[in-house]
């Protein structure tokens, strides 16, 4: 019994440090051809991830050159990307689909 207390106690532990290097999540809506929020603040040189939802009925891809991003998210689907760590800045990208109206922006801070 003492032994087993032990082991869920190791197991705890182990399960709360890998819980808090786990990099953080930010969620992203396209909706009429634009990005809600249109400019996201996320952590400077960090790795983070971000969950697309595509509330439109056509497709739109997120795209940044500077990035190295280009995803397709469908119509009424759903995406998620993992961002590499970014200097502190403003690290703008497009809807390629929509790009007169789809822009947004990470700002890392």
């Keep these: 019994m003492r032994g087993r207390f032990f082991l869920l106690l190791i197991f705890l ?3 709360a ?9 930010f969620d992203l809506t396209i909706k009429d051809h634009k990005f809600e929020p ?11 991830i971000v969950t697309i939802k595509n509330l439109d009925a056509t ?5 940044s050159r500077e990035l190295q991003i280009e995803k397709v998210i469908a119509a009424h689907g759903e995406g998620t990307l993992h961002v590499h760590a970014l200097d502190v800045g403003r690290h703008d990208f497009i809807g390629e689909y929509h790009s007169d109206s789809a822009k947004g922006a990470f700002i890392a801070q």
């Excluded at 996320?42 to 983070?48: D, E, G, Q, S, T």
């Excluded at 497709?59 to 795209?63: G, Y």
């Design 59 to 63: 497709a739109e891809e997120i795209e």
């Design 13 to 15: 532990g182990s399960s």
């Design 17 to 25: 440090v890998a819980m808090a290097d786990a990099p953080p999540r």
């Design 38 to 48: 249109a400019e996201l603040a996320v952590p400077a040189n960090k790795l983070f």
